[in-house]
């Protein structure tokens, strides 16, 4: 399958990539037969892949590194690049390639450190003869200190290297980074082109696909996860529930509460499936005795890990309270439309009665109110508010609308 095919709904950056992937191999193949290179290209050593959660800004990133690598025969004979099969697609898209370098961070930020090993590793030649390709999916947790590291090597970018950015907007990436890229803008891809791809692609039943695609509102990862993941969907339908049970102080911190409950254990879920193998492994790296006895001079190392697996599990929980957030928001603008007399791309039909009831005892400016509610709840949370306390905050004002 050619390596575009997964970028759904996204055309026009489709053409994009693919014109400078050709053009990036006729730069290859002139600079093997010392034949002068071609003066115009599309071509460029620095990207940035903007758009909303879920439009597939890594994805399209990766079929890039993927098409900048492609081997296929197909290419020399005016084929574009990236025909998803050859050895230089598979080993990108699944992670392995020596010239391919994907980042991402589980963490609530990218710092000083891990950037520099980064920038190192950009300087090296590649070791396949076409490009240097550094992948960094969550460029937007780059901190300042981190930023400033990465200017210099896109500034002065080693021959042969392609750094392909990906962050939420063009705000979340400094000024100085930015003006250096070329940037790709997607969005959010059609809840008709999501539900069609969970089905070729992961054998979903159609129904369920399509409801999942409407609920996510073309989100294709949450909407994947939402239709293959039984508890997500309990989730889910808890959060729905949320609005009709604030109706007084009360049932506004029990509501709280639960909502901070259930996202600690969710990140505590996914913490006991990769923790406990991370720690074996590195155990076993450094040579534990058996009963599990360490080495002396390893309690630092383990330490570490620990640190940074603690810092993980906050990150996770963050990222399952934002998920609830947004189920929420997504609720209170059905709750919008149907009290402006529409019913078109309703998000939350299996909620329809708790959407009419609310929507019947409100006004339209009252559900603004909430849904701006939801979105300082948002902010406090980026500016590490204690969760509870903003969480609180947020249920009373959905009481007060």
């Not at 990906?166 to 705000?171: D, K, L, M, T, V």
């Not at 808890?238 to 996202?263: N, S, Y």
């Not at 254990?265 to 534990?288: F, H, N, P």
């Not at 002396?296 to 934002?322: F, H, P, Y």
Request: net charge neutral; hydrophobic share 45%; glycine share 8%.
């Amino acid at each position: 399958m050619p390596v575009w095919d997964d970028l759904v709904g996204q055309e026009k950056v489709a053409e994009q990539l693919a014109a400078a992937a050709r053009d990036a191999d006729a730069l290859v193949t002139a600079a093997a037969a010392n034949a002068p290179l071609p003066e115009a290209s599309k071509m460029t050593h620095a990207w940035l892949f903007t758009g909303p959660p879920g439009s597939g800004r890594s994805t399209a990133a990766r079929a890039f590194a993927a098409a900048l690598q492609c081997v296929s025969p197909d290419r020399a004979l005016g084929g574009i690049p990236g025909c998803g099969f050859c050895d230089g697609c598979h080993t990108s898209l699944v992670g392995t390639h020596a010239d391919v370098e994907i980042v991402r961070t589980d963490l609530l930020s990218i710092g000083v450190k891990e950037t520099r090993d980064l920038v190192r590793r950009a300087q090296l030649s590649p070791a396949g003869g076409r490009w240097q390709v550094i992948v960094l999916e969550d460029a937007d947790r780059l901190t300042e200190g981190a930023g400033n590291v990465l200017l210099k090597a896109v500034e002065e970018p080693a021959p042969r290297t392609v750094w392909l950015l990906c962050a939420p907007s063009i705000e979340d990436v400094l000024p100085t980074i930015r003006s250096r890229c070329r940037l790709l803008t997607l969005r959010t891809p059609p809840v008709e082109a999501v539900a069609d791809i969970l089905v070729r692609r992961d054998g979903i039943e159609p129904d369920v696909a399509a409801a999942a695609a409407r609920a996510t509102q073309g989100h294709i990862g949450r909407a994947r996860r939402l239709a293959t993941d039984p508890s997500a969907r309990q989730r889910r339908a808890a959060v729905l529930k949320l609005p009709l049970r604030v109706d007084d102080i009360g049932g506004c911190l029990k509501a709280a509460q639960e909502l901070i409950d259930t996202a600690a254990e969710d990140a505590k879920q996914l913490a006991e499936e990769v923790d406990v193998k991370e720690t074996e492994e590195l155990k076993a790296a450094l040579g534990a005795a058996q009963g599990g006895r360490m080495p002396r001079g390893t309690a630092g190392v383990m330490k570490e890990l620990e640190d940074r697996q603690k810092r993980r599990r906050t990150r996770t929980q963050r990222d399952s309270l934002d998920l609830a957030l947004i189920d929420l928001t997504g609720f209170y603008r059905d709750v919008l439309a149907l009290q402006l007399g529409s019913r078109l791309a309703i998000a939350n039909a299996e909620a329809e009665d708790a959407l009419e009831r609310l929507a019947r005892g409100s006004s339209p400016e009252s559900t603004l109110r909430r849904i701006d509610a939801i979105a300082a709840c948002r902010e406090a949370l980026d500016r590490n508010v204690a969760p509870l306390l903003a969480v609180e905050a947020m249920t009373m004002a959905l009481r007060a609308g």
